[in-house]
C-alpha cells in the first residue's frame, strides 16, 4: 500500500510505501508532482493519554464489556489516534477492578484492540477532596494512597496500569509514590490541594507529570504560590494539556508551553465517556453531566465545572498551533513522541522500518470571522498495523 501526503515535519510531498505493517520506503516527489496545496498532511498516528470512554460508555463503569471497549477502540480511530490510554477515573475499587479486567479481556480477545491500546491510566481515586481540586470525580469515593490496593488493581489489569494521577498532600504520599514508580508506573500529580512542601516532596519521590496542568482547582487560591506556580517551576514534571478551546484560555496556554517548554509538554484530550453525544443532560454513574451546544461538557447545575472534555486529541494540535504559535512538527510532537517518551515506548514516525501507524489530514488554522470558532482538524484516513482502520487513502 502507498500513501501520498505532505510530510507533517517539512512539508515535502511523499509517498510512503507500507508492506507487513512497517513502513518500508519514504519517497520524497520530484518537483514536477509537487502541486501540493490539496494535498493532506501525513504524520505518525497520535497517542492520548487520556481517554475516558466514548459515546455515552465509560471505561470506569461497573457494566462495561469487552465489546464495548473493543467498539470504543474503533470509533477512535476517526479521530487519527492509533494508540491510548484508556482512562478509569475514582470509584470503588469493585468497579475500577472491573473495569481493569474487561479492558484486559478485550485486548486478549482482539489483537488489534491490544495494539491501540497502550496502556491503561488511572486517574484517582487517590485525590483530594476539596471541591474544585476533585472536579467532576465523586467524593465519597475519593480516599488515601493504599498501596495494597493499588497492587490488587495492577493485579486486576495484568501489569498495563503504565500511569497513576493522584493527589500528593497525603502523609503517606511520598512513601506511596516510591513504591509506585519503583514498579515502572509514571506517578502524576492532579486534583490536587498539595502546598509548595508536598509538590516539592511529591518530585524528590518521583512523581514525572501533572496531569492537565491549570485543570481541576479551587475557584478561589493565593496569587502565590500555588500548585500551579510550584508545577511549573518543577523542571522534572512534564504537563499533559487540554487544549480544547474550553479548559485552559489561550494566554495560559502559550504561557504554559513557553514555561515548560515544548519537549516537557504533552497534548491529551481527556474525552469522557459522554463525548459524542448531542448536546443535553445526562446521568453517568458518578452524576448528572450536561452537554451545551458548544460542545463544553460540565457538571449539570454547576456550569463553572468542567466534567471532561468532548473534542478529540487532533483539536488539541490545531488549537496549541494557534493559541501558543507553535510549528505542526512541533505540535504533532506534543501528540505523538513525547507522550511515547514519557512511557518509555516506540515514538513511531515516518521512516523505513517505522510502524505503519499513520494519520493523514486536513488543516485550517485560518482565523475565524467567529471568536467562538476553533481552528479544525480533519481526518482523512487513520492507518494502523499497516491497515487502513478508518477513512480512505488519499491519490494525487
Not at 495484568?158 to 500511569?163: E, P
Request: aromatic content about 8%.
Amino acid at each position: 500500500m502507498k500513501l501520498f501526503g505532505r510530510r507533517y515535519d517539512n512539508g515535502e510531498p511523499t509517498c510512503v510505501e507500507i508492506a507487513g505493517g512497517k513502513i518500508v520506503g519514504a519517497e520524497t516527489l520530484a518537483s514536477a508532482e509537487r502541486q501540493t496545496s490539496c494535498w493532506p498532511w501525513i504524520a505518525p498516528g497520535l497517542f492520548d493519554i487520556q481517554v475516558n470512554g466514548y459515546g455515552g460508555q465509560e471505561f470506569s463503569s461497573a457494566d462495561l464489556t469487552p465489546e464495548q471497549v473493543i467498539a470504543i477502540v474503533q470509533e477512535y480511530a476517526a479521530f487519527g489516534v492509533t494508540r491510548f490510554c484508556p482512562t478509569l477515573f475514582t470509584a470503588s475499587y469493585e468497579v475500577l477492578r472491573h473495569g481493569l479486567k474487561t479492558i484486559v479481556a478485550a485486548c486478549n480477545s482482539s489483537p488489534e484492540t491490544a495494539r491501540r491500546i497502550a496502556a491503561i491510566h488511572v486517574e484517582g481515586p487517590y485525590i483530594s477532596k476539596d471541591d474544585g481540586p476533585r472536579g467532576a470525580h465523586p467524593l465519597e469515593h475519593c480516599r488515601p494512597p493504599d498501596w495494597d490496593e493499588f497492587q490488587r488493581l495492577q493485579e486486576a489489569a495484568d501489569g498495563q496500569i503504565r500511569i497513576l494521577t493522584m493527589s500528593v498532600e497525603f502523609d503517606d504520599s511520598p512513601g506511596f509514590i516510591e513504591r509506585v514508580t519503583r514498579t515502572g508506573v509514571v506517578v502524576a500529580i492532579g486534583h490536587t490541594s498539595a502546598d509548595s512542601a508536598h509538590i516539592r516532596a511529591a518530585v524528590d519521590a518521583g512523581a514525572r507529570l501533572s496531569t492537565h496542568l491549570g485543570n481541576g482547582c479551587h475557584l478561589t487560591m493565593p496569587v502565590y504560590p500555588n500548585y500551579f506556580w510550584d508545577q511549573l517551576a518543577e523542571d522534572q514534571l512534564a504537563a499533559s494539556l487540554i487544549v480544547d478551546g474550553h479548559h485552559l484560555p489561550a494566554s495560559v496556554v502559550k504561557t504554559f508551553v513557553r514555561v515548560k517548554t515544548l519537549e516537557r509538554c504533552l497534548l491529551i484530550s481527556d474525552v469522557s465517556g459522554w463525548a459524542g453525544r448531542p448536546p443535553g443532560r445526562y446521568t453517568a454513574g458518578h452524576g448528572e453531566l450536561e452537554i451545551l451546544p458548544d460542545g463544553k461538557l460540565v457538571v449539570a447545575g454547576q456550569r463553572q465545572l468542567l466534567a471532561g472534555a468532548s473534542r478529540p486529541i487532533g483539536a488539541g494540535v490545531a488549537n496549541v498551533m494557534r493559541f501558543a504559535g507553535v510549528s505542526l512538527t512541533e505540535a504533532i510532537d506534543m501528540a505523538t513522541t513525547h507522550p511515547a517518551r514519557l512511557l518509555s515506548m516506540p515514538l513511531g514516525g515516518l521512516q523505513p522500518g517505522d510502524p505503519a501507524d499513520l494519520v493523514l489530514f486536513d488543516l485550517d488554522l485560518a482565523e475565524p470571522d467567529d471568536e467562538a470558532t476553533l481552528p479544525e482538524f480533519a481526518v482523512r484516513c487513520t492507518v494502523s498495523g499497516g491497515e487502513v482502520v478508518w477513512g480512505t487513502p488519499w491519490q494525487p
